[in-house]
């Protein structure tokens, strides 16, 4: 989430951290119209961090070319995530309360250079992933295309993030009473999915059935390959070549637990995993250990997969994602939020996320868990799942959000 009201993008200046070779770098050297500034800053997101120095510039967006502009030229970015990502760095379309440096942000900008006809921009997010436009975002107005009815309009609550009161939370036709006084949330595209505090989403999960990610992907391996991993052992092949006999680790030289839980923290971010990736190569090479521990302690073969398939369940899910059964979707129940007094509700098609093909789709919950403490938090994000579903108009003039049926 991180705060997102900075534009940044790599620098040519960028040396040591590989994400910057995967993508496109700003060259200042290259630019007449570039005005040094150098002042150095860093920005932390739930994902990673990025840190590097201030400069300025003109920004093209779409035909507008917005003058003068402060942005960051990252010369350090250290997360996977920004290695993986398809994108080369971030607008922030937050308010300045918020911005690293006090910089002005991009869109502040374009109002007071009168580049936009509309103090209000607005967000259309295509959710048909076949199509050739992903969505798009109007600076200046809204496409009347891309929404049915009248948008419902709540004030914001508090600069900084889009930041409203949002009521109760309903799950089928029943209350959760959570919000039933008001909960503050904000709407981000920055964030994939719907988050929440942890308490709150747990019992969301429950009710639609699904379980933490990477105690399931866990699970998998050891009821797969636990007994199988038991008699390797017993029978005296080494711990370290066991996962990769089994097909789970590539080399002989298994990445033998050094990778530990972090990289399974880190890999989770970015995707789901199917057997023979290195996810099932940590698990299993996790496995051998559980189960070398419990031979020493000399338990029964039942005992001892029981209590490792016990440990994979209380292995945290560290990016707050569940899967579940792409089955029972059917009988999933639709989850309603309360803003401005009216019903937004999503049906289990449009808040469950379907990633792979075939035999190996995997369907995990739109809803993750996310605890933002006091005095910024509790707070609820209503991430792309919402905003792919309800088009958004963000009116800064007004300082209110609304929202309508997407088309």
């Known amino acids: 989430m991180g705060h997102n009201s900075n534009l940044w993008v790599p ?38 961090s990025i840190s590097g120095f201030f400069s300025e510039d003109n920004v093209e967006v779409g035909d507008l070319v917005v003058k003068d502009q402060v942005f960051i030229e990252a010369t350090r970015e250290g997360s996977i995530t920004f290695v993986l990502a398809k994108f080369d760095g971030i607008l922030g379309l937050g308010f300045q309360e918020i911005s690293v440096g006090n910089a002005v942000p991009v869109w502040y900008n374009m109002v007071q250079q009168g580049l936009v006809k509309e103090e209000v921009f607005s967000f259309w997010l295509n959710r048909d992933l076949d199509a050739k436009e992903g969505g798009e975002i109007i600076f200046g107005g809204v496409d009347p295309k891309h929404f049915k009815g009248n948008h419902t309009y709540i004030p914001v609550t508090k600069k900084g993030y889009w930041q409203f009161e949002m009521g109760d939370i309903l799950v089928g036709n029943h209350s959760t009473g959570i919000c039933q006084g008001g909960c503050a949330a904000i709407v981000d595209s920055g964030t994939s999915l719907l988050a929440g505090p942890t308490s709150i989403v747990t019992e969301i999960n429950l009710a639609i059935g699904a379980e933490g990610i990477v105690s399931a992907q866990c699970k998998e391996v050891v009821t797969q390959y636990g007994d199988l991993i038991w008699d390797l052992l017993i029978s005296g092949v080494r711990p370290s070549k066991i996962c990769s006999q089994l097909g789970l680790c590539l080399s002989n030289e298994a990445q033998y637990v050094s990778s530990g839980i972090e990289t399974v923290v880190e890999k989770e971010n970015r995707k789901v995993s199917s057997p023979g990736d290195d996810i099932s190569c940590t698990f299993c090479e996790m496995a051998v250990i559980w189960i070398q521990n419990q031979l020493r302690e000399k338990g029964t073969k039942d005992k001892v997969l029981k209590y490792v398939n016990e440990l994979c369940e209380s292995l945290p899910s560290p990016s707050g994602e569940s899967v579940i059964e792409c089955d029972s979707i059917s009988n ?39 605890d933002i403490a006091p005095p910024l938090g509790p707070l609820w994000i209503l991430g792309d799942v919402f905003m792919g579903v309800y088009h958004t108009v963000f009116d800064f003039g007004n300082l209110r959000l609304g929202f309508a049926e997407a088309a």
Do not use: W
């Open 332 to 370: 999933m129940p639709d989850i309603t939020f309360t803003i401005g007094n009216k019903p937004f509700t999503l049906t289990p098609e449009q808040y469950i996320l379907r990633t792979g093909e075939g035999v190996a789709t995997i369907c995990i919950s739109g809803f993750m868990a996310i």
């Open 11 to 48: 620098s040519s200046k960028c040396y040591f951290s590989i994400a910057c070779y995967f993508h496109s770098r700003y060259r200042s050297s290259q630019s007449s119209t570039y005005k040094k500034n150098g002042k150095s800053c860093e920005i932390n997101y739930g994902s990673g």
